[in-house]
């Protein structure tokens, strides 16, 4: 009887140490109570947002600003300001929302603060038409048509703005602005004239543009398009019919879809194409058809004013330097 | 023999205990995939298509007409300014109006130069590696209490 209970022990033991080592479960702390003044919130960004009123970024807005930061921003009207606009801007993988907190506008007497999904200049909107999901007038949300319905907006990019009038003295709104990230983005605005990225567009039947402000040389090092590699010679001159491929733009506007095309990928390839655009906005923009997972990767640098002057001296058709 | 059923009792406890607790948390929708105003957007396009249709104490043909057409060519998102049901057609029939005469107008815009743009761009990285910079200094000294 006592060996039996012995051997039954040892058994036991022996199951309890083998679950534990194969679950390997104890190595996680779990902590799930949402407590204000735990270490753990520190880490955890989606705690950090709802316990951290008091760490939360705040300053006034300005006429004409630009914000790359998470916070609550505050316009008060020291006179009247009938054309004002702020840039919002976060990282290349996440997109905006920008919420209404307290708004003191006269709507009737011709206030308005509209959000726009993208950015506008002078006309031109990024990104265009062509690459955006929702139609143009989707993409301006006025608060005073629908202010208590829509309190937040969330943008489709890593860009967005807002426009607004003020017509009384000490009228103000708060905005704020928070980021989230989006695992696949599409249409990027570059934050810096220098960086790598890699664009993926998972079979999705949809066009994606990356752009960058800045005269660069760019460097595309890898990119694939699902096709075979041994691909088909083509009597075809562009790359058009394919379905797939990637283009690079340049222009002075930040309306892709009026930038002048400068050369087309579509044959898939693991090698560096190096070239130096000396346009204020160059622009690589994916072509997808859906039918596979296109990824093009790629690096650039700004171009020093030695080389934007050699290119300028060289360059035949100079449609970047018509000023 | 006796512990053959023990055993087993004990061996499905412990594998239970081992459950991941996010296996029970609900999955959350990010706010923009939820259907909820489409319903409302819904039943206010069909208010004004019936208000638009009557056409007998409202505004001339034409304006109706007018409506029409924006209704059926634009989508139904852009009106959540209207009134609810209960008010009157003609109520409806005269927002949906001043809507056509608003989204007519030009659509905003700004004249900058790149050059601005980037310096602005240049100056909003800087004030979010500080404000990045005082977070880390606020979590670093939280961690050293």
Request: aromatic share 8%.
């Amino acid at each position: 009887m006592r060996v039996m209970e012995r051997t039954f022990r040892e058994q036991l033991f022996f199951l309890v140490l083998c679950l534990f080592v194969l679950k390997g479960d104890s190595r996680y702390i779990e902590n799930n109570e949402i407590s204000k003044d735990d270490l753990y919130s520190f880490f955890n960004s989606e705690l950090k947002r709802e316990t951290a009123e008091e760490l939360m970024y705040r300053r006034p807005l300005r006429c004409l600003d630009m914000v790359a930061v998470e916070g609550q921003f505050t316009f008060t009207a020291e006179r009247p300001q009938l054309s004002c606009a702020a840039f919002f801007m976060a990282e290349p993988n996440e997109v905006l929302s920008v919420d209404y907190d307290s708004v003191d506008i006269d709507c009737r007497g011709g206030d308005f603060i509209t959000v726009f999904d993208g950015w506008v200049m002078k006309g031109e909107k990024f990104p265009s038409s062509q690459d955006h999901p929702l139609p143009l007038y989707e993409r301006y949300v006025d608060y005073c048509d629908s202010g208590s319905l829509r309190r937040s907006v969330r943008s489709s990019q890593n860009v967005a703005m807002v426009f607004f009038r003020i017509h009384n003295t000490g009228s103000s709104f708060t905005l704020t602005i928070r980021k989230h990230i989006n695992p696949f983005p599409c249409n990027v605005m570059s934050q810096s004239p220098e960086g790598t990225y890699t664009m993926v567009i998972p079979q999705q039947h949809r066009n994606c543009s990356f752009s960058i402000i800045y005269p660069v040389a760019i460097d595309i090092s890898e990119f694939s398009l699902g096709h075979y590699n041994n691909f088909p010679k083509r009597s075809m001159p562009g790359c058009v019919e394919t379905g797939d491929f990637v283009q690079l733009l340049g222009g002075n506007g930040i309306d892709t879809s009026k930038l002048l095309p400068i050369t087309d990928l579509c044959i898939s390839f693991t090698g560096p194409t190096h070239m130096k655009i000396g346009c204020d906005n160059t622009v690589v923009r994916m072509v997808s058809s859906g039918k596979f997972v296109s990824r093009v990767s790629f690096s650039y640098r700004l171009l020093d004013s030695q080389e934007l002057q050699t290119i300028k001296l060289n360059n035949v058709e100079d449609f970047c330097f018509n000023n | 023999m006796k512990s053959v059923p023990l055993l087993l009792l004990l061996s499905s406890v412990l594998l239970s205990l081992h459950l991941p607790p996010s296996a029970g948390r609900p999955l959350v929708l990010p706010g923009w995939l939820d259907g909820s105003d489409r319903l409302q957007t819904q039943r206010l396009n069909e208010v004004l298509l019936r208000a638009a249709a009557a056409g007998d104490s409202s505004p001339s043909d034409l304006l109706n007409d007018n409506i029409l057409s924006f209704l059926q060519r634009r989508n139904s998102d852009h009106l959540h300014l209207l009134p609810s049901e209960d008010e009157s057609e003609e109520e409806a029939v005269r927002a949906a109006a001043q809507l056509l005469k608003r989204s007519e107008e030009p659509p905003l815009s700004i004249d900058l130069t790149f050059h601005l743009l980037r310096n602005m761009i240049q100056m909003a990285k800087m004030e979010s590696q500080r404000e990045q910079a005082q977070l880390n200094r606020k979590v670093l000294d939280e961690i050293g209490k």
